[in-house]
């Protein structure tokens, strides 16, 4: 909605010396600014792939997304993965700071059931208190009840002990994991150079007969370029922690209309 009427240049002629006649606009108008539906996201320094898949699901430019980083550089391991939840809160502050934010996602798997989706959403807030907080647990979470899915086989890249972490923050949430399959990586870069054919082939093995819908975590693994052929081999939903994500912020921020090509999930 514009704020005050347009006009012309108005002004006085600079000096000699200057660049010319300058002149100032005496009226002009606002409106909200760009983006109708505006997410904030936190993604590890380490990751090279939630970038790209929340640009790649934008249905338009109305949908705006704004990235800031985490400090993350070792391993992906419990104690590394813990010790980020003191770097929450000024990250999230730094992120489009007196501007309209509808949700904030912070994008770590792992990160969030290590620190609990509690403390997450604590130290979100603590900068953004009028942004939905958005995590991949809770986006699982809200995926599955969309779905009708209460049964889930889960599919990570991490090393044991954290996929255990992972599992039993859905467990948490309801969603008992029936089957849990991991290939056991630790080095982010690793993670994120796992080829998509390669989770395809790693999905299809995760699978059992007793899961509904599958789960694939980690916001820096290629699954989301696979969501559809696998969905089509297995015969069921699966969910991606970055479609997820992406999919509550979306919903939450007031976006309804479906969107193709990524599962089943956004079609909803």
């Not at 660049?19 to 100032?24: I, T």
């Not at 606002?30 to 939630?50: E, F, M, N, T």
């Not at 509690?118 to 979470?141: D, F, G, K, N």
């Not at 255990?164 to 290939?183: H, I």
Request: charged fraction near 20%; charge should be negative; hydrophobic fraction near 45%.
């Amino acid at each position: 909605m514009a704020k005050a009427a347009s006009a012309g240049l108005s002004g006085n002629p600079t000096a000699a010396s200057g660049p010319g006649r300058v002149g100032r606009c005496a009226d002009y108008q606002l409106d909200d600014g760009p983006g109708g539906y505006r997410i904030g996201l936190l993604a590890l320094s380490s990751d090279l792939v939630v970038e790209r898949d929340l640009m790649d699901m934008r249905p338009g430019n109305d949908v705006l997304i704004f990235t800031n980083r985490v400090d993350f550089h070792r391993d992906c391991d419990v104690e590394s993965l813990a010790a980020m939840a003191l770097d929450l809160t000024e990250a999230a502050r730094a992120i489009i700071p007196g501007s309209r934010l509808d949700a904030l996602i912070y994008a770590c798997t792992s990160g969030t059931a290590v620190i609990g989706v509690e403390r997450v959403e604590a130290a979100l807030h603590a900068a953004r208190p009028e942004a939905l907080c958005v995590t991949p647990i809770t986006a699982a979470q809200a995926a599955f009840d969309a779905l009708g899915a209460g049964r889930i086989a889960v599919l990570t890249p991490y090393i044991e002990e954290v996929a255990a972490r992972v599992a039993r923050a859905l467990a948490e949430r309801g969603l008992p994991p029936v089957a849990t399959t991991s290939f056991n990586i630790a080095k982010p870069g690793d993670i994120s150079a796992v080829t998509p054919a390669s989770i395809h082939a790693a999905a299809l093995a995760a699978d059992c007969p007793e899961a509904q819908a599958m789960f694939i975590s980690c916001t820096d693994f290629r699954s989301l370029e696979a969501v559809p052929q696998i969905e089509r081999d297995l015969g069921k939903p699966v969910v991606t922690s970055n479609q997820a994500m992406f999919w509550m912020a979306l919903r939450s921020a007031g976006y309804k209309a479906p969107i193709t090509g990524y599962g089943r999930l956004l079609e909803l």
